[in-house]
């Protein structure tokens, strides 16, 4: 009988690594079925906090955050697309792409989980597909009314939730509650409360992590 296993997958919509670890875990968690039944819960992270409305070159803010190159920036992105290729997820970032704040998109999570999770699972990769293969706009409640259109929600729900703010004290109270854990880079996966996986892992690892985890708890 597989054993229930919880798992927090600590992320933010406009992080590569995070959607490349997504479809890592989830590969693996087919790939376990026999011995873990896993139910994964998205908390939030925010990678830019204090960004502008209107976002900030990608470029321009690697260049600023981590000193990077243009050479060295347009090698990480090829880098990262061929990653999220062999995944099959389709990356279509540019040197003209954007990174944009995203604490609506979470509280949109947030209510998404309330609807069930799936729901939530269903929403988190329409964000993706949103910001990284169309190249949208995740602070812009059009770009997320149509993402939990497209994950199953209703959208006048979703407007609802995005023009009055809903969610905002339980999303702020969940970030804080992750970085007073420890958590200061993602993705980061908590398993049980107790197992810490970081980074874009491949299936292979977080396969091996599953099946470890669930002779521990057997």
Known sequence: MPRPLKIDFVSDVV????????????????RTRDVVDVTVHFQPFELNPQMAPEGENIGE????????????????RQMIRDRAGALGFSMNSSADSRIYNTFDAHRLLHWAETEGADKQTALKHALFTAYFTDQQNPSDPEVLVAAAQKAGLDGEAAREVLALGRYAEEVRAAEQLWQSRGINSVPAIVIEDKWLISGG???????????????QLA
Do not use: M
């Open 15 to 30: 992080c590569p690594w995070c959607i490349i670890g997504l479809r890592g875990l989830e590969e693996a968690v087919e």
């Open 61 to 76: 803010h690697i260049a600023r955050k981590y000193g990077s190159t243009p050479e060295q920036s347009a090698a990480n």
């Open 201 to 215: 892992q491949p299936p292979e690892a977080f396969e091996q992590a599953l099946r470890d985890i669930a002779g």
